[in-house]
């Protein structure tokens, strides 16, 4: 399941990013002898868009992604090619959050959180958009500003799902109008209640060097949360994209994803088939 973002199926955001993250993934799991199922994220690429008479703000609500993510196990689980009772889910950050989601009519067999945010959105928000200010050299005047502002519109969000007409400028990116019901859903998440309710073996795998989701306060929690069903995996020199990040400001997009990081997965994944 993809992050945040009109990503399709092999993990990209074309034309601009390219990390075929998911189907590097998707080749180390079928060395195990697990097969996979990617999709293009709802409304993008050759997955469907919303009729004539829906909203495209109905159409991209997060209820609607989260069944997404249900329609593609219940289709696994009626391939004949595939043990129903060994259908597990594999989210990368957002695309975490939206399994942890689901995963309480899922029952999956095993699931492996990515990148995953272990606290409440607005929490992880908030931090990338300091960090984002802080690169951008901002005054802490307008740290202060833009900082406010966001819980403001979160609180508005959260509130009613409906993203306020007067968004400043320098957020209006991260919160379309359009988007206010999928926000909503999003912020009402909380991924340390969903995945203690979890019955399955639960993967944590999160590069060290991750600067959209902290290691210390995301995937820790996580994973502790878990108790002994679960791994934590923290592998090193890789960033969001589990790719080798050559410092803190490298979004490191291109290249192979660590090969620490797929050996993890191909262990983990065989352990649970034995």
């Not at 799991?29 to 997955?47: H, M, N, P, T, V």
């Not at 209640?193 to 991750?210: H, I, M, N, Y």
């Not at 589990?242 to 290249?255: I, V």
Request: hydrophobic residues 45%.
């Amino acid at each position: 399941m993809a992050g945040s973002g009109p990503t399709y199926r092999n993990g990209n955001q074309l034309p601009s990013i390219r990390t075929d993250l998911h189907a590097q993934l998707a080749a180390t799991l079928a060395k195990q002898g697990i097969a996979s199922l990617r999709y293009d994220k709802r409304a993008i690429g050759e997955s469907g868009k919303p009729g004539k008479s829906e909203s495209l703000s109905a159409f991209c609500d997060w209820p609607s992604f989260v069944g997404d993510v249900e329609a593609a196990a219940k289709f696994l689980k009626k391939h004949p090619q595939i043990d129903p009772a060994r259908v597990g889910l594999l989210g990368h950050s957002e695309g975490g959050m939206l399994c942890l989601e689901a995963a309480s009519r899922v029952k999956p067999w095993a699931l492996v959180l990515a990148a995953t945010p272990g606290r409440n959105i607005e929490a992880v928000i908030t931090d990338q958009v300091a960090a984002l200010l802080k690169r951008q050299k901002a005054t802490p005047e307008q740290t202060a500003f833009f900082l406010t502002e966001n819980v403001r519109i979160c609180r508005a969000i959260r509130k009613n799902g409906v993203v306020p007409s007067d968004v400043p400028a320098g957020l209006a990116a991260l919160y379309p109008a359009y988007l206010g019901p999928f926000w909503k859903g999003m912020l009402l998440c909380e991924p340390i209640a969903l995945v203690k309710a979890t019955t399955c073996p639960v993967l944590v795998l999160q590069g060290e060097r991750d600067v959209q989701i902290n290691p210390t306060l995301d995937a820790r929690p996580l994973a502790a949360a878990v108790g002994k069903r679960g791994q934590l995996t923290l592998v090193a020199g890789a960033g969001h994209n589990l790719k080798l990040a050559k410092d803190a400001t490298d979004p490191a997009f291109a290249g192979p994803v660590v090969p620490a990081a797929l050996d993890a997965l191909a262990r983990w994944a065989a352990h649970r088939i034995r």
